[in-house]
C-alpha cells in the first residue's frame, strides 16, 4: 500500500474504536422507543448504525481525502456509489454488522471497515467492543488480533467432524435443496451467528470450518474475507472463483484452507437426487 501504511492502519483503528465508543456502545442494550425502525422486510436498522456510519465517513474523509465512502445505510437510499468499487478506491463501511442481535441485546455485532482499490481489498478492521476484540488485515502482510498474528493452524479435521454455518436464510432453490439434504455429512452444521464480523473470525479462531453465505453485499464481506485470507483461510463463490467485492453475484463458501474448502463445497452441494439413487 506504500509509505504510510502503518500510520493509515493505527489511525482507522482508533478512528473506528471511538466512533463505536462515542455513539454504538452507550445504546447496547439501552435502545429506546423511537431508535429502532424497519428497513426492508426482516431487516431493522437504529439510530446508532446511522450515526456510526456519519461520523465514520466524516472521519475517513480526513484521513484519506477524496476517497468515496460507500456505507450500508448510505448506499440502501442511494445506490450509485457500488459502481465505483470495481474501479477506484473507495472505503467500505459496516457501522454496525449484527444490527438485529445487537436490537435484541446479544454480543455477536461488530464494526468494520475496508479499503478496496480498483476492486481488491487492500486493508480491513473489524472491531468487537463487546470481546474487546480488534482484528487488522493488510494484503500481503498478514492480519492480526489485538496486535499480535492471527492465523490458521489446525489442521483440516475429517468431514464428519467438521463444523461450520449455513446462513440459510436467503438460501434459493436447487441450492437450498441440496444443502439441506448434506448438511448431515458434517459433525455439525449451525446457523450461524447474523453476523459477518464474528463469523469470519471464528473460522481462524478454530470454532468452524466453513461458512456458506448466499447474500454478498460488499460491506458485509470484504473486511472478513481479507483477514480470512491473510489468516490462512480462503472464501470463493461457488463455482470456485475468487471473492471480488465488486461482484454482486450470490453465494460465498469461506473456509479454513483450500482443503476444507474443496471438502465442504464438493460435499454441500452435492446432487442429493444422485445420492439417493446410489
Known sequence: MGPGTTNLMERVEHLVQEVSAAVIEPRFSALRSGDVRIKSPG????????????????????ILPGIPVVGEEGSSL???????????????????DGTANFVAGRPDWAVMVALV??????????????????????????????GAPFRRTLPTPPIGDMRGAVLTRFLEGDVARRVD???????????????AGVDYPA??????????????????????????????GVARRLDGTPYQPAQQTAG???????????IASAALLASTDSQSRG
Do not use: K
Open 78 to 96: 442511494d445506490p450509485s456509489p457500488l459502481a465505483a468499487i470495481g474501479r477506484d478506491r473507495v472505503w467500505l463501511v459496516d457501522p454496525l
Open 181 to 195: 439434504g448434506n448438511r448431515h455429512r458434517f459433525g455439525q452444521v449451525g446457523a450461524g451467528r447474523v453476523c
Open 252 to 262: 460465498l463458501l469461506a473456509a479454513s484452507s483450500p482443503a476444507a474448502w474443496d
Open 117 to 146: 482499490d480498483e476492486g481488491t481489498t487492500v486493508a480491513s478492521w473489524i472491531w468487537r467492543p463487546v470481546d474487546e476484540v480488534m482484528y487488522l488485515a493488510e494484503l500481503g502482510q498478514g492480519a492480526l488480533r489485538n
Open 43 to 62: 431487516e431493522v436498522v437504529t439510530v446508532a448504525d446511522e450515526e456510526a456510519e456519519a461520523l465514520l465517513a466524516r472521519g475517513l474523509a480526513d
Open 203 to 232: 473460522i481462524i479462531e478454530g470454532d468452524q470450518e466453513f461458512v456458506l453465505f448466499w447474500r454478498t453485499l460488499p460491506w458485509d464481506h470484504a473486511a472478513g474475507v481479507l483477514l480470512l485470507s491473510e489468516g490462512g
